[in-house]
């Protein structure tokens, strides 16, 4: 499950620019999804773990403001909505 959601960063990217229309000062886009050293071995599967993060990160606070759910709708189509 992690590796699936590290891979959507086309996703991740969207839901940033989109939340960044709605609020133009948030620090969201700021969030940088630091994982420890210690739960990585290679350099990609840190980026995984990083994208993964700040995904869940977008995630809660997406649903908390919108009507409507991050997932499925918006994560599971090629483009934004």
Known sequence: MIGYLGSLTVALANGIKLWEQHDPLSS????????????HRSQHRAETLRTARRLFHLI??????????????????????
């Open 60 to 81: 809660e606070r997406w649903n908390q403001t919108f009507g409507e759910k991050f997932f499925p709708r918006f994560a599971t189509r090629p483009r934004a909505p």
């Open 28 to 39: 969201l886009h700021r969030d940088q999804g630091l994982v420890p050293r210690h739960k």
